[in-house]
Every structure is written in structure tokens, then in C-alpha cells.
């Protein structure tokens, strides 16, 4: 007998309200990407949900795209110029208080209570766009991502709302605009010799997030896939791509393992 996900978002709950209107800002970056030849595709969770589901996965509250890095600039550039009037792209460029990389497109008819989001501009629903680039290798990644991610969220403020100790803000910053020049450096070089070694192995750009590794061959060409009644892109060998991420991908999770990334009693929505 087929589970019953009904419990998790069913029509009228809060967890279904928040997926439908994350859903609309995902079908209004897939017309900006269209209209404008960028390459995306959905990713992570987003993509298994697509594949195992039809959509959300069912206890899912967000939707993560990726786009290459060297994209990137166009994309965002675009959904600023583009998106209707009710979404905002926001990332690094549009407010001094992100502290991450991935770029974000925030609903402004919502509101998500999070401490780490309490000096934003926009603190509403959002989509991910995670930049992905070509990876030298794992070890050197994982390496320069210690130093580079840890830097780059302080120097972005990421100490104004995580620490209270006022002292430890001083310090970590220090330390983080000592540290950020030279992991930067790494970063670019690292760059250059994956773009001249042709490894294949994508990843994306140093976050404050645990490496995800994918093969370039599994991505390109792009294909498209079924997510909620609409078709949105998606890497060309979905099941070499997702037996990478996560193993046995059609394997349902324990109930203990089903958890939501929002306090949804936190989240208006208007």
C-alpha cells in the first residue's frame, strides 16, 4: 500500500501554503532562465522530490537550483531586471548582511521569523541558486572551502547575529579578514587548473554548506523534468546524478529523518 504523505502537506496546511508560494517564485526564475538562454537545473532535494514525487518531496519547505558560476553574473543580473514585483534576488551585491554565497529570490509577501535572517532586507520564502563550478579535486576543495566559507560569512556579518559575546565578534573578523585574501587566491587558482584539467567534477562554489559532488557528463545536456505540474530543467542522467548525491535515491527516509528546514509557526504568509 502506498504511504499516505496527506499528514505532512496536505491541501489547507502550512507546510502546502509555503511549498505553493516557494513554487511561484521557481516557476518565475524558470520564464527569466528561459527567456534569457540560462542554464539551470534543480538539485538537491528538489531534484529527488522532481524524480521520487512529481514535486516537493512531502516534509520538504524549499527548492534549490543550480547554475555554473561562470552564468552566474548573467542570471543574477537578469532575474534584478526581470522578476515580477512581488520576488527580489538578493545576495552579497543587494545586502551587506548575507553572509552566504548561494544567491536567493525572496517572496515580499512573506515572512520567515529566523534569527540569522533578522538584519535582512528581504527575510521572506526563497529560492536557492547555488553557483557550481569545476573542482581540481575533493581534497583541495574541501581544503580551501575550511578557510574560504568560514572567512567569507564573518567578513559578511555573520557575527552580528550569531555571537553575543561582542569581543568574539572583534576576534573572529580579525582572524577573517587576515585569513579571506590568501583563501580567495586559493579559490581562483584552484579554479583556473580545474578549468584546464577537464576533471569533470562539478561542485558547488565555497559555502557555509558540506561539499556536493557531481559529474559534468551527468549534468550536460540538460533534460527537463515534471515538478508539481510544471517542467523545469534538470541534469541530463538524472539517475547517475542522483545515485551520486544519495545512494539508493527511491528509498524513503525513517519518519525520525523527515524534518522541515523552517519553524513554519514562524512564517506569515499574505
Keep these: 500500500m502506498e504511504e499516505d504523505f496527506s499528514k505532512y502537506n496536505g491541501e489547507g496546511t502550512m507546510l502546502r501554503k509555503v511549498q505553493l508560494r516557494i ?4 516557476v518565475a526564475i524558470d520564464k527569466v532562465c528561459r527567456e534569457n538562454n540560462i542554464k539551470y537545473w534543480l538539485d538537491y532535494g528538489s531534484l529527488l522530490g522532481a524524480v521520487r514525487h512529481k514535486g516537493f518531496i512531502p516534509w520538504d519547505d524549499d527548492i534549490d537550483i543550480c547554475v555554473m558560476d561562470e552564468d552566474y553574473d548573467k542570471l543574477r543580473k537578469a532575474l534584478i531586471a526581470k522578476l515580477p514585483e512581488q520576488f527580489v534576488f538578493q545576495d552579497t551585491s543587494t545586502d551587506k548582511y548575507v553572509f552566504i554565497r548561494p544567491g536567493r529570490v525572496r517572496d515580499t509577501h512573506s515572512h520567515c521569523d529566523y534569527p540569522h535572517f533578522a538584519k535582512l532586507k528581504e527575510q521572506g520564502l526563497w529560492v536557492d541558486i547555488f553557483q557550481t563550478d569545476r573542482v581540481l579535486s ?5 581544503f580551501l572551502d575550511f578557510f574560504y566559507r ?3 560569512r ?3 556579518h555573520y557575527g552580528d547575529v550569531a555571537y553575543k559575546s561582542s569581543i568574539k565578534r572583534i576576534i573572529y ?3 577573517a579578514y587576515a585569513i579571506h585574501p590568501f583563501a580567495s587566491l586559493g579559490v581562483c587558482f584552484n579554479k583556473w587548473l580545474a578549468n584546464r584539467n577537464k576533471t569533470g567534477l562539478l561542485s558547488h562554489f565555497a559555502y557555509n554548506y558540506p561539499a556536493m559532488w557531481a559529474l559534468e557528463a551527468n549534468v550536460f545536456p540538460l533534460t527537463e523534468v515534471e515538478f508539481e505540474g510544471h517542467k523545469f530543467l534538470a541534469p541530463g542522467n538524472l539517475d547517475a ?3 551520486m548525491r544519495y545512494g539508493d535515491y527511491m528509498k524513503l527516509p525513517p519518519e525520525d529523518k523527515r524534518v522541515y528546514h523552517l519553524d513554519l509557526e514562524g512564517v506569515k504568509i499574505w
Excluded: A, N, T, V
Design 23 to 26: 513554487l511561484d517564485i521557481m
Design 138 to 142: 575533493k581534497h583541495s576543495k574541501q
Design 150 to 152: 568560514r572567512s567569507f
Design 154 to 156: 564573518e567578513i559578511h
Design 173 to 175: 573578523k580579525l582572524c
Design 241 to 243: 546524478h542522483l545515485k
